[in-house]
Each structure stands twice: as structure tokens, then as C-alpha cells.
């Protein structure tokens, strides 16, 4: 190959967005596959329904801005953005539950305020919380694991037919939320909800994705800062407001990192690098404070699990942070006190 046709600025390279969101989709493979075998397969539907829509609303919006459809299409973040919604989603909701929630994460969430890179707002989290306060008992209804057959769970979720009364369970966040009475030790034993150490099943959806994290953070794909201060915070906050194990316990640190969503929301969700902070200082600022939010929520909160609305919050703060966290440019130092620049 000939010098001229790999100079500057004719330099050809692979499409670093795509290969980036490419990577974020099979990071998310193991917990999927996880959620799958307990859930069974009403998230393989979730993740097809919602992959579909989210390219035929993004191809729609796309064509009415007068935008070359194919080309943006490629950069894979339409995908994501379906991928990640679908895996928050209960798995049985019905069809037009998560048709609403993609079509607001990209019509509302991405592409009005001009599309990959312009929006302030994690898209995903706006369509989930979009659903989850206009349609709470839908959003709330997660099955017992092992609990729905295929062919019924898709009559399900296309309105075909109903599945049994009892097919759901209350989650282990709502169980600890709602209990008054019962110590630590009785309602592990007496709730079906819980598991070896975080929600049943659950607890092992979020080895899942923690392991895609990991994979993530390997490639060099996301930075550990953000997930690490979420992790941490919410950590010290459990450890803080504990309790032990009377009836007044909030639960442990173990449980609140294994249980809900809060391994996809680590590494996932708060390293989106467009609506969250951008320096290496506001990612752990950003990240603590999704962490504190997360757990104010659980415990003293409306919701069971608060990761949408702590990340929604802290994409608010996320300009100001930038600001009080931005490195000095380089070759300039601190002006001193009392020396007013430009004189």
C-alpha cells in the first residue's frame, strides 16, 4: 500500500461509535442470556420488539429532518438505546408498553434535541420512567423465575391471552420496603423473592452484567470512574443506614449491589459518555451521586428500585459538575488570589 493512500487526510478507519455500541450490545449478552433462563422468553421477545421499533422510529424521524437514514442508522446507538430498555423492562409487558417506551426514548429522549451526542437525557431512562409512572402496575408485574411457559408468555405479551392469576411475585425490593414486622432472618426464609444474597434470580442478572462490565472495562470501552462511584456510594449508604437485621433494616450493602438493577446501571447506564460528565473527577462526582439517589429512592422513596430516576436526576447536574470539575488547560496554572486576569 502506497504511503499516499493512508496519509492524512485521507486516513480510513473503522467507525469507532459503531465498533464502541457493537461492544456495549454483547457486554449486555450474559446477563440477557441469565434473565432469559430464569424469566424465560419474554426478554429475547422484549429485545426483538424493541430493536425493531427503535430503528423504524429512528428511520421515521430521520427521513422527516431530511437526514440519509442508512447512514445514521449504522452507529448502532438506536440498538443500544432498544437493548438497554428492553432488559429493564418487565418480560412479559405487554407489546404496546414497550412500543410507548421506545418510541419516546428515541423520538423524545435522542432524536428531537438532534440526535447521538445532542441529547441531555439518558434516552432509555427517559422512556422507562416515561412508562413506569403512566403505566405502574404493567411496570411492576415481574414473573416468578421458571414460572411462565413460552407459548403463554407470548399470548401475553401480544394480548392473545392472559396468563394465570399468581404468575407474578412481589420483587425482594418491595418485600423490604413494605415489611414492618418481620426481622431480617424470617422474611429470608418466608419470601420466595429472595435469594442467596440479593433478589432470587436477580442476584444472578447482576453477576451477569457485572461480568459485561468487566469485559467492558477490559476493552477500555467506558472508564471505571462512574461505576465505581455509584457502586461505592450506594455501598457506604447501605452500610451507613443498615441497621442489622431487625425489622427496621434497610437491607445490606450485598443486597442493594445484587438486587434491581444495579449492575446494568453501573456499567451501562451511568457511563453513557454524552448525557453524563465527561471529565474523570465528574464521572466519580456523577456516579456518587446516581449511587446516594439510588438509595434515598429504595428506602425512602415511592419506588422500589430508583437507578431511572437517579440517573435522570444527576443527568440534570451533569453541565454543573462539568463545570467545578474540568481539568486546567494545559500549559495555563491557577491565577493567584486577588490577580485578575487580562490586566
Known amino acids: 500500500m502506497s504511503l499516499s493512500r493512508i496519509t492524512s487526510p485521507h486516513a480510513r478507519g473503522d467507525n469507532r461509535t459503531q465498533r464502541v455500541m457493537l461492544l456495549v450490545a454483547g457486554a449486555c449478552l450474559p446477563g440477557a442470556l441469565i434473565l432469559c433462563w430464569f424469566f424465560g422468553i419474554g426478554t429475547l421477545v422484549n429485545l426483538l420488539l424493541a430493536s425493531a421499533l427503535a430503528l423504524l422510529f429512528e428511520s421515521i424521524v430521520l427521513a422527516m429532518r431530511g437526514r440519509p437514514v442508512s447512514f445514521y442508522l449504522r452507529d448502532g446507538s438506536a440498538l443500544v438505546t432498544a437493548i438497554l430498555l428492553a432488559l429493564a423492562l418487565p418480560p412479559y409487558a405487554p407489546w404496546w408498553l414497550t412500543a410507548v417506551a421506545v418510541g419516546f426514548a428515541i423520538v423524545f429522549g435522542k432524536e428531537l434535541y438532534g440526535g447521538l451526542g445532542q441529547n441531555p437525557f439518558n434516552p432509555a431512562m427517559l422512556g422507562y420512567v416515561v412508562v413506569l409512572i403512566s403505566f405502574p402496575m404493567h411496570m411492576t408485574s415481574w414473573p416468578a423465575p421458571h414460572s411462565v411457559a413460552a407459548w403463554d408468555g407470548v399470548q401475553q405479551i401480544f394480548g392473545l391471552a392472559a396468563l394465570p392469576d399468581g404468575w407474578s411475585q412481589v420483587t425482594a425490593l418491595d418485600s423490604l420496603k413494605i415489611n414492618k414486622s418481620l426481622t431480617m432472618q424470617e422474611l429470608w426464609a418466608g419470601n420466595p423473592a429472595f435469594g442467596a444474597f440479593g433478589g432470587k ?118 453541565p454543573t459538575i462539568d463545570y467545578y470539575s474540568r481539568p486546567r488547560t494545559y500549559g495555563h496554572s491557577k491565577p493567584k488570589r486577588g490577580f485578575r486576569t487580562g490586566e
Do not use: Q
Request: glycine letters at 14%; proline letters at 3%.
Open 201 to 318: 434470580a436477580v442476584e444472578w442478572v447482576n453477576l451477569g452484567f457485572l461480568l459485561g462490565g468487566l469485559f467492558l472495562l477490559r476493552r477500555k470501552v467506558i472508564s471505571w470512574h462512574a461505576p465505581a462511584g455509584m457502586l461505592i456510594a450506594l455501598t457506604l449508604m447501605s452500610l451507613l443506614f443498615w441497621n442489622g437485621s431487625g425489622s427496621d433494616s434497610n437491607g445490606s450493602p450485598l443486597f442493594h449491589l445484587f438486587t434491581g438493577a444495579t449492575m446494568l446501571g453501573a456499567f451501562f447506564i451511568v457511563t453513557d459518555p454524552v448525557s453524563g460528565a465527561t471529565s474523570n473527577t465528574g464521572r466519580l462526582i456523577f456516579g456518587a451521586g446516581v449511587g446516594i439517589l439510588i438509595y434515598v429512592i429504595r428506602t425512602w422513596g415511592g419506588y422500589p428500585d430508583g437507578v431511572a430516576f437517579a440517573v435522570l436526576l444527576m443527568n440534570l447536574a451533569a
